[in-house]
């Protein structure tokens, strides 16, 4: 068979995804929605930083934060916020790192519930320290 | 850059994992909704002036903002099919995480 130039380009091979691909299936809409969380998580920085912000510029400004937090809109937000950080927590803990983090302890590795139960414990401690400081 | 842009996505899935739940659940939920009555501005302000507090929290920020930073890109790549905008899509999330941290940094460590 003789090989020569040819200016025709074969046909690449793209099948065309919908934007909606993540809707077919409950695992795919759980993974865009953990992929999502991750606004929320940004949204914390900025609801913290306003918080500082607030508690730095006196006792005025932080009794103006905290009735601005118990506006509907604020309220709404922050629920919603709270289940998307909350799904980013259970699956984060105790589905992806017990089985991503690989611990070994006297030459064998240590099974992924051994290490899901340690997080529960990390999470309860820096849950009970961090209201423990805010709440004296 | 990718090993190390992974690292911080990881070290923020983490922090953010163990620490925004019950922080957002007191300031979000727990004290506006009166379940739990809220700190006085002294008590606040004494925990917030400790070094140790402000460095916490900055590391929180700072790991959260890069956390979402790489989560989203891919977010947008994948869920909404947009990998023929990735300069644009990376300049975003970097630019913002690195404005954010820098902004976390300002008023953590800053102000007085």
């Known amino acids: ?136 | 850059m990718e090993p190390f842009l992974w690292l911080l996505f990881s070290a923020g899935g983490v922090l953010s994992a163990l620490l925004i739940p019950a922080l957002l659940f007191l300031f979000g939920l727990a004290f506006p909704l009166g379940w739990v009555s809220p700190p006085d501005h002294a008590h606040l302000s004494a925990v917030l002036s400790h070094p140790v507090t402000r460095v916490a929290l900055l590391g929180l920020c700072v790991l959260a903002l890069f956390h979402w930073a790489h989560r989203f890109r891919y977010a947008l790549y994948d869920g909404l099919q947009l990998k023929h905008l990735e300069r644009a899509i990376t300049l975003f999330c970097y630019g913002g995480a690195l404005t954010g941290s820098a902004v976390a940094g300002y008023f953590l460590l800053a102000v007085p």
Not at chain 1, 102 to 114: D, K, N
Request: include cysteine; charge should be positive; aromatic fraction near 16%.
């Open chain 1, 1 to 136: 068979m003789k090989v020569e130039y040819t200016q025709f380009h074969p046909r690449w091979y793209r099948p065309r995804v919908p934007v909606f691909w993540w809707l077919r299936r409950r695992s795919y809409l759980l993974f865009v929605l953990r992929e999502l969380s991750s606004v929320f998580v940004a949204w914390f920085v900025v609801f913290l930083l306003l918080l500082v912000n607030a508690v730095a510029q006196g006792p005025e400004d932080y009794r103006r934060f905290l009735d601005w937090s118990a506006t509907p809109g604020m309220l709404l937000l922050n629920v919603v916020a709270l289940c998307f950080i909350l799904l980013h927590a259970v699956t984060w803990l105790f589905t992806l790192s017990p089985h991503a983090m690989v611990v070994r302890l006297r030459g064998r590795r240590l099974p992924p519930a051994v290490i899901g139960a340690g997080n529960l414990v990390a999470w309860m401690l820096a849950s009970a320290l961090a209201a423990f400081l805010i709440l004296g």
